[in-house]
């Protein structure tokens, strides 16, 4: 997306995942509802994620954005370990 700045939605999903994750190498947040923040895809890359099935690192991400799901319609979820 270039220079553009994030959303709020983006943002504040942002900010709650690296609090939940600090040790998070990297963390993306994209509204792909158009800006209207009803569906976001997210990519962590995280330490906290090893030794956890796909499953389980997924459940993580969804506890730490409990509050903030109530209000979306949808979430992608793509988790990974630093290389």
Request: hydrophobic share 30%.
């Given at each position: 997306?270039?220079?553009?700045?994030?959303?709020?939605?983006?943002?504040?999903?942002?900010?709650?995942?690296?609090?939940?994750?600090?040790?998070?190498?990297?963390?993306?947040?994209?509204?792909?509802?158009?800006?209207?923040?009803?569906?976001?895809?997210?990519?962590?890359?995280?330490?906290?994620?090893?030794?956890?099935?796909?499953?389980?690192?997924?459940?993580?991400?969804?506890?730490?954005?409990?509050?903030?799901?109530?209000h979306m319609h949808g979430l992608r979820i793509f988790?990974?370990?630093?290389?």
């Open positions: 997306r270039g220079f553009t700045s994030q959303t709020d939605g983006e943002s504040r999903l942002a900010r709650v995942l690296r609090e939940k994750f600090p040790r998070a190498s990297a963390i993306k947040v994209v509204d792909i509802s158009g800006g209207c923040g009803a569906m976001y895809e997210i990519h962590i890359e995280s330490e906290e994620f090893r030794e956890k099935r796909t499953v389980q690192q997924h459940q993580m991400v969804n506890q730490a954005l409990s509050e903030e799901i109530k988790t990974s370990t630093p290389k």
